[in-house]
């Protein structure tokens, strides 16, 4: 059974940085696209960033491009979200994903596409 476990949420003043860890079981990430998405109150679940399938293959959200960085370990089945300056439109709930590595680059932003997905961690920006 494949299960994907997040921390590393939590509150943090604008400006600051969060690092959000995913913890997976059951899969290994060989071969296969790992992403985080948010969703915000009453806002819809939105993309943030992913790798396709190999490490080198990462696509960002415009809005995240230049201060989130995701990478993974793959040895250690987890995969993480760098976050710097955090402001408050950052505040959600943050997911992460795993398809079975059928995900094609043109759905890649889409949360329809993956097949196994985290129970959320908090972030929370504000001061």
């Known amino acids: 059974q494949v299960q994907l476990a997040e921390s590393g949420g939590g509150l943090v003043q604008p400006g600051g940085s969060l690092t959000l860890s995913c913890a997976v079981t059951g899969r290994s990430f060989t071969g296969r696209t790992t992403a985080w998405f948010r969703q915000a109150p009453g806002k819809e679940r939105e993309f943030v960033a992913a790798?396709?399938?190999?490490?080198?293959?990462?696509y960002y959200a415009g809005s995240v491009k230049g201060r989130f960085t995701i990478s993974r370990d793959n040895a250690k089945n987890t995969m993480y979200l760098k976050m710097n300056s955090l402001g408050p439109e950052d505040t959600a709930i943050y997911y992460c994903?795993?398809?079975?590595?059928?995900?094609?680059?043109?759905?890649?932003?889409?949360?329809?596409?993956?097949?196994?997905w985290g129970q959320g961690t908090q972030v929370t920006v504000s001061s």
């Open positions: 994903a795993v398809d079975n590595a059928r995900i094609i680059l043109s759905r890649l932003r889409s949360g329809e596409a993956y097949d196994y």
């Open positions: 790798i396709f399938r190999a490490i080198s293959n990462t």
